[in-house]
């Protein structure tokens, strides 16, 4: 089974920008996992984990929660085995702990990913934006 290494959370101010990565270790992605996609989560203290972003591998077809739709940016570096989330104009309403996982399921139209369609998740990355 893959294992997810997420990483470059921190502190930042309102109105910052940071770029999470998600690695993959013991296997790769894509044909070889047989994973459809990967996806980030995120979840604050007292809150329900909510989805992010997904992408997918080979094609890169992109998955976006709409409340962070022009904010946040997935992608992929496949020679890397690796996948980032680019956040920019960060609230403190974005302070959580990020996860990173993958799914097999490749979802049909104005589908909205849970956290139940996805498994092999990482262990996590704070992210705390100051105001």
């Known amino acids: 089974q893959v294992q997810l290494v997420e990483s470059g959370g921190g502190l930042v101010q309102a109105g910052g920008s940071l770029r999470l990565s998600c690695a993959a270790s013991g296997r790769t992605f894509g044909r070889t996992f047989g994973s459809y996609a990967v996806g980030w989560f995120r979840q604050a203290p007292g809150k329900e984990r909510e989805f992010v972003a997904a992408i997918s591998w080979g094609a890169g077809n992109t998955y976006y929660a709409d409340s962070l739709k022009g904010r946040f940016f997935i992608s992929t570096e496949n020679a890397k085995n690796t996948v980032y989330l680019q956040m920019n104009s960060l609230k403190p309403e974005d302070t959580a702990v990020y996860y990173c996982?993958?799914?097999?399921?490749?979802?049909?139209?104005?589908?909205?990913?849970?956290?139940?369609?996805?498994?092999?998740w990482g262990q996590g990355t704070q992210v705390t934006v100051s105001s």
């Open positions: 996982a993958t799914t097999r399921l490749r979802p049909a139209d104005h589908y909205r990913y849970t956290q139940e369609d996805f498994g092999s």
